[in-house]
């Protein structure tokens, strides 16, 4: 019988597409043709200086910028056409807090009723454990450290069980011991529910530990990509942190 | 694949859970903030009692005279408007003081979802200030507002609720557009509609240029309709409110055009993020 080619399956579908991404006001280009796909199951680290277009990459990715050309799917779709698409994805970053006045527990089930988790009391009770806040769960955010709050918030990006889970510097305000501490419970999650994460960071020590690609990106562009090993053997660096700094001094790039 | 993961969520996303979503964040603020039923409760009651004994004055000086009766009644059904439009815009705000903007943004829910979210909680807030202040005007200045106007009041009060929760959607597009610079709108601009309402005066009493832009205020013919029947005993306001229902369309389809060009501006221009910082 003649092989007969199969229509590509959702699980053959990379879980996000970006595809010459660029973004730009007036005459500033903030993000040049970015293009590179996450499969299921990866964790992509994106790293560079600041103001080069990490974050405004993610919030394209999300929605909440438009893109001036180029296009994002996820699972398939576009969420700059097709809010369902952010179905799939979870979503933390510094720069965002939860309601102060409302609890954790609260906090997490209005989240829980935005995306739609019909078994949301299970589920945030689950969640809590395993991040290991349940102690917190009925403590008003306000009261929280920011390792505590940090906790919290990807917490509530874990809540509709994502596909997708975006991490736009998610320990850039915690000291190396609650930093290592949510690396290791998002690494556990991530590995038990069968996440891809797609994270940005300036700290090399993360990426090493949780990527096993990584983008850099310097004046909006990809400007090296590829795995740490890779990375080290083109740029004869021993560290991620060599990498970045012959990337950010706009030395050779190969 | 999942390995030994917990509970899974079980996900049935739909409109009604992200408007409910909405309403919860906001009954968990009421909850927990003193401020907000001193808000809810406190102007109303005040306001009551002012414009009450002044009522109660202007009756002891003319004893015939209804339009003591008439200003608390306009003034009940002001307060019905003004909070409408309050819930809406400082629903938005809530969300922008407390930086959780961008997280809401980031769920799939749809801007209409999410003004009609922060419309219901209104409906709620906007009731309990109404009652409030109805019970105070009958018990303490014998002034029974639903019995004054009867049967009329419902679709009176329902075409000033429009007005109100349009002037809220699009006094929010502005602060939206604008930025958190612009969050005084979301107290000035009710009170900009008030001179060309006639709330507490016939329209008559406006000078040539503002009558003709009341016209065009939905709330204008709604006050006047309502100050017939309790100053004049006329009968069922139909002329009036059928131009306040088709006026308060224009300005619902409006509101909801400037709230989506809105959107479409901040995310084109990455202005959403600012709401972040």
């Given at each position: 019988?003649?092989?007969?080619?199969?229509?590509?399956?959702?699980?053959?579908?990379?879980?996000?597409?970006?595809?010459?991404?660029?973004?730009?006001?007036?005459?500033?280009?903030?993000?040049?043709?970015?293009?590179?796909?996450?499969?299921?199951?990866?964790?992509?680290?994106?790293?560079?200086?600041?103001?080069?277009?990490?974050?405004?990459?993610?919030?394209?990715?999300?929605?909440?910028?438009?893109?001036?050309?180029?296009?994002?799917?996820?699972?398939?779709?576009?969420?700059?056409?097709?809010?369902?698409?952010?179905?799939?994805?979870?979503?933390t970053a510094t720069y965002v807090s939860l309601p102060q006045t409302l609890t954790v527990r609260e906090n997490l089930r209005v989240f829980a009723?935005?995306?739609?988790?019909?078994?949301?009391?299970?589920?945030i009770?689950?969640l809590v454990?395993?991040l290991?806040i349940t102690h917190l769960a009925d403590r008003p955010t306000r009261h929280l450290s920011s390792g505590q709050a940090t906790m919290a918030h990807v917490a509530k990006s874990l809540l509709?069980?994502?596909?997708?889970?975006?991490?736009?510097?998610p320990?850039?305000s915690l000291?190396?011991?609650a930093?290592?501490?949510a690396?290791?419970?998002?690494?556990?999650?991530?590995?038990?529910?069968?996440?891809?994460?797609?994270?940005?960071?300036?700290?090399?020590?993360?990426?090493?530990?949780?990527?096993?690609?990584?983008?850099?990106?310097?004046?909006?562009?990809?400007?090296?990509?590829?795995?740490?090993?890779?990375?080290?053997?083109?740029?004869?660096?021993?560290?991620?942190?060599?990498?970045?700094?012959?990337?950010?001094?706009?030395?050779?790039?190969? | 694949?999942?390995?030994?993961?917990?509970?899974?969520?079980?996900?049935?996303?739909?409109?009604?859970?992200?408007?409910?979503?909405?309403?919860l964040r906001q009954?968990y603020l009421?909850k927990r903030t003193?401020?907000?039923?001193?808000?809810?409760?406190?102007?109303?009651?005040?306001?009551?009692?002012?414009?009450?004994?002044?009522?109660?004055?202007?009756?002891?000086?003319?004893?015939?005279?209804?339009?003591?009766?008439?200003?608390?009644?306009?003034?009940?059904?002001?307060?019905?408007?003004?909070?409408?439009?309050?819930?809406?815009?400082?629903?938005?705000?809530e969300d922008?003081w407390s930086r959780n903007v961008l997280n809401v943004?980031?769920?799939?829910?749809?801007?209409?979802?999410?003004?009609?979210?922060?419309?219901?909680?209104?409906?709620?807030?906007?009731?309990?200030?109404?009652?409030?202040?109805?019970?105070?005007?009958?018990?303490?200045?014998?002034?029974?507002?639903?019995?004054?106007?009867?049967?009329?009041?419902?679709?009176?009060?329902?075409?000033?609720?429009?007005?109100?929760?349009?002037?809220?959607?699009?006094?929010?597009?502005?602060?939206?557009?604008?930025?958190?610079?612009?969050?005084?709108?979301?107290?000035?601009?009710?009170?900009?509609?008030?001179?060309?309402?006639?709330?507490?005066?016939?329209?008559?009493?406006?000078?040539?240029?503002?009558?003709?832009?009341?016209?065009?205020?939905?709330?204008?013919?709604?006050?006047?309709?309502?100050?017939?029947?309790?100053?004049?005993?006329?009968?069922?306001?139909?002329?009036?409110?059928?131009?306040?229902?088709?006026?308060?369309?224009?300005?619902?389809?409006?509101?909801?055009?400037?709230?989506?060009?809105?959107?479409?501006?901040?995310?084109?221009?990455?202005?959403?993020?600012?709401?972040g910082?």
């Amino acid at each position: 019988m003649a092989d007969v080619e199969q229509p590509p399956t959702l699980e053959d579908l990379p879980v996000l597409q970006v595809d010459g991404l660029t973004k730009r006001y007036d005459d500033l280009t903030v993000v040049d043709r970015v293009t590179f796909a996450v499969r299921a199951g990866q964790t992509i680290g994106i790293l560079g200086p600041n103001g080069a277009g990490k974050t405004t990459t993610i919030h394209m990715i999300l929605g909440l910028v438009t893109p001036t050309a180029g296009s994002v799917r996820i699972l398939g779709r576009a969420p700059h056409h097709d809010r369902g698409a952010l179905e799939q994805v979870g979503f933390t970053a510094t720069y965002v807090s939860l309601p102060q006045t409302l609890t954790v527990r609260e906090n997490l089930r209005v989240f829980a009723r935005m995306y739609g988790v019909r078994n949301a009391e299970d589920r945030i009770t689950d969640l809590v454990e395993r991040l290991e806040i349940t102690h917190l769960a009925d403590r008003p955010t306000r009261h929280l450290s920011s390792g505590q709050a940090t906790m919290a918030h990807v917490a509530k990006s874990l809540l509709a069980s994502p596909r997708l889970l975006l991490l736009d510097e998610p320990t850039a305000s915690l000291d190396p011991h609650a930093a290592d501490r949510a690396r290791r419970q998002i690494r556990r999650i991530a590995a038990e529910e069968g996440l891809t994460l797609l994270l940005t960071s300036h700290n090399m020590k993360e990426v090493e530990e949780m990527c096993e690609r990584t983008l850099f990106m310097r004046d909006g562009s990809i400007a090296a990509e590829g795995t740490p090993a890779e990375l080290y053997e083109r740029f004869g660096a021993s560290g991620l942190e060599e990498v970045f700094l012959t990337i950010a001094r706009n030395e050779e790039v190969v | 694949m999942a390995v030994g993961a917990g509970v899974r969520a079980d996900v049935r996303p739909s409109s009604w859970g992200r408007i409910s979503g909405v309403m919860l964040r906001q009954m968990y603020l009421y909850k927990r903030t003193l401020h907000r039923w001193l808000e809810a409760v406190y102007w109303p009651v005040l306001d009551i009692t002012l414009w009450g004994l002044l009522s109660r004055y202007i009756a002891d000086t003319d004893p015939s005279s209804r339009i003591g009766f008439g200003l608390l009644g306009a003034l009940i059904s002001w307060d019905i408007l003004f909070r409408a439009q309050q819930s809406v815009s400082v629903g938005f705000l809530e969300d922008m003081w407390s930086r959780n903007v961008l997280n809401v943004w980031s769920t799939p829910i749809r801007a209409w979802e999410y003004v009609g979210g922060t419309v219901l909680v209104g409906i709620v807030r906007v009731a309990l200030g109404a009652v409030i202040a109805i019970t105070i005007a009958g018990v303490a200045f014998g002034f029974n507002f639903v019995v004054e106007v009867g049967l009329p009041l419902a679709p009176c009060l329902f075409a000033l609720l429009l007005m109100g929760w349009s002037v809220g959607i699009a006094t929010t597009a502005a602060i939206l557009r604008l930025g958190q610079g612009a969050e005084e709108l979301a107290w000035a601009l009710g009170f900009l509609f008030q001179p060309f309402s006639a709330v507490f005066y016939p329209v008559d009493v406006l000078p040539a240029w503002m009558r003709g832009i009341a016209f065009f205020v939905p709330a204008s013919h709604v006050f006047e309709g309502m100050r017939g029947i309790v100053l004049r005993d006329a009968g069922f306001p139909a002329r009036e409110l059928a131009w306040a229902f088709a006026i308060d369309l224009l300005y619902i389809a409006g509101a909801a055009w400037l709230f989506s060009w809105s959107l479409r501006q901040v995310r084109q221009r990455g202005l959403l993020s600012r709401f972040g910082e």
